[in-house]
């Protein structure tokens, strides 16, 4: 999972890599809350604006 999330985490901006790792621990954490669907709308809207 965290592999997926690190390739999504460098596409949307480059902030740099202190900013992909909140963005990478934030996502990990709403998945492993059971929040699958939150997280596959966000990249999705994040795709269609990228």
């Known amino acids: 999972?965290?592999?997926h999330l690190?390739?999504?985490a460098c596409?949307?901006?480059d902030?740099?890599?202190a900013s992909a790792e909140t963005w990478v621990v934030r996502r990990a954490?709403?998945?492993?809350a059971g929040?699958?669907?939150r997280i596959t709308a966000?990249?999705?809207a994040a795709a269609r604006t990228a």
């Not at 954490?29 to 492993?32: I, K």
């Open 35 to 37: 929040d699958a669907q």
């Open 11 to 13: 596409c949307p901006d």
């Open 15 to 17: 902030t740099g890599e």
């Open 29 to 32: 954490r709403t998945l492993l």
């Open 6 to 8: 690190w390739r999504a």
């Open 42 to 44: 966000a990249l999705k």
């Open 1 to 3: 999972m965290h592999e």
